[in-house]
């Protein structure tokens, strides 16, 4: 098992920036891939973003492109979402996940975190 932990959501005005983190433990051979996910009220979940391990290899939405980054610590077991320009369609709960291949579809991913709220004001 993985355990997923995300930190760092809130409310921000449009145009400000955000930093989301997130810290894996338990079976962390199983994290070869971390992405994150968002899910707005009423909307399926997106994905955002992914990034591999060792190499570092990463994915964007063509939503976020140039205004998040992605980035990990396989030291620490920790990656994190900076995400700049914040717009209000950002607005969602934003879910870290662990997955052994990239994909952007989210039934590739084992594991979640519980999500933390973005909120992004007008």
């Not at 976020?64 to 620490?76: E, L």
């Not at 320009?85 to 870290?96: G, M, N, Q, R």
Request: proline share 3%.
């Amino acid at each position: 098992q993985v355990q997923l932990d995300e930190s760092g959501g809130g409310l921000v005005q449009a145009g400000g920036s955000l930093r989301l983190s997130c810290a894996a433990s338990g079976r962390t051979f199983s994290t070869r891939v971390m992405g994150w996910f968002r899910q707005a009220p009423g909307k399926e979940r997106e994905f955002v973003t992914a990034i591999e391990r060792s190499g570092g290899r990463t994915y964007y939405a063509d939503s976020v492109k140039g205004r998040f980054t992605i980035s990990r610590n396989d030291a620490k077991n920790t990656v994190d979402l900076q995400m700049n320009s914040l717009k209000p369609e950002d607005t969602a709960v934003y879910h870290c996940a662990a997955a052994l291949l990239p994909s952007t579809d989210p039934k590739m991913y084992a594991y979640w975190g519980q999500g933390t709220q973005v909120t992004v004001s007008s």
